[in-house]
């Protein structure tokens, strides 16, 4: 991967890199498409990284599908596939890890601990194996692309970070590979965080400005389907994931919840203009 990036690179081509953990759908196709437009070389990494989940989360039952995934990329004719090994990527002796930004506190980051060390880490690592020109995330996990633009920024990595929109089901329910391990039922309760969020946007459209107002309208919403658990619901800055008091555009409205087992998030940009 590294031969082969450098090769790019001497010949002035830009490339654009899209890391996934696989089981690809959409969304994150949505990425690679916009990379399609931007850069003369695309690839994708398809990587499980185990650093990333906590103790007793879904990683060994995560969903993986190489076959598939292969398939839908080589209809977007991406130029590689990155398929990393564990032992590739974290050989015996490894123990370096990154230490998140401040914008990881709070939210995923209370949830699960030690996540955006992980992340941060295998960002890292991508980041210098493949050494992109721009690196295409998804809106979808908002405080990832925070604190990964923040991890960029300060360690001087040189790449430029787009961030797409959320692609979502016709429904609204955001596109996301654990929304395979919800059965029927689980699936439409699982609507509520869209309908919820969405709520309030149009408050906020409607005139509404306390940050407070809309939580509280908000949990009262999610506690009314009694097949869901909140995890969190917040209005924060989209930099620095703060807790904002008076909404203005730009803040982002955030939410997770459990459904069973599995735990889902999204979230929506409060707009008023453009
Ligand atoms: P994952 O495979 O879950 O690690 O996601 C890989 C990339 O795809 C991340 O940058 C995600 O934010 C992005 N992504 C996941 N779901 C969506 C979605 N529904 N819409 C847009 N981007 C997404």
């Known amino acids: 991967m590294q031969n082969a990036s450098r090769a790019v690179r001497n010949e002035g081509r830009e490339i654009g890199f899209t890391p996934t953990m696989g089981y690809l759908h959409e969304g994150h196709l949505s990425l690679v498409r916009e990379a399609k437009k931007k850069d003369q ?7 499980v990284n185990p650093t990333q989940f906590c103790p007793g989360e879904d990683f060994e039952r995560y969903p993986r599908e190489e076959a598939r995934d292969f398939t839908l990329l080589e209809k977007e004719n991406v130029d590689w596939i990155f398929l990393p090994s564990n032992e590739e990527i974290y050989p015996d002796g490894f123990s370096t890890y990154i230490e998140p930004p401040s914008s990881s506190r709070g939210w995923c980051g209370d949830s699960r601990p030690g996540h955006f060390r992980g992340v941060c880490t295998i960002i890292a690592i991508l980041l210098n194996i493949v050494r992109p020109t721009r690196m295409y995330l998804g809106q979808k996990d908002a405080q ?5 633009r923040r991890l960029v920024k300060d360690l001087r990595f040189g790449t430029d970070i787009v961030v797409c929109p959320t692609v979502r089901e016709s429904d609204g329910l955001a596109m996301s590979s654990r929304n395979t391990y919800l059965s029927y039922e689980e699936r439409r309760s699982a609507l509520i965080l869209y309908e919820t969020l969405l709520n309030g946007i149009e408050c906020y459209h409607g005139g509404e400005c306390d940050a407070e107002m809309i939580l509280l309208k ?6 009314a389907v009694p097949e869901v658990k909140p995890d969190y619901l917040g209005i924060v800055h989209p930099d620095t994931f703060q807790s904002v008091k008076t909404i203005e555009d730009g803040n982002l409205y955030i939410g997770s ?5 599995t ?4 979230n929506m940009i409060f707009q008023r203009e453009g």
């Open 41 to 47: 070389n695309v690839g994708v990494s398809i990587y």
């Open 144 to 148: 990832q692309a925070a604190v990964i």
């Open 218 to 223: 908000g949990a009262e919403k999610i506690k």
């Open 257 to 261: 919840i459990y459904i069973g087992k």
């Open 263 to 266: 735990r889902l998030i999204d």
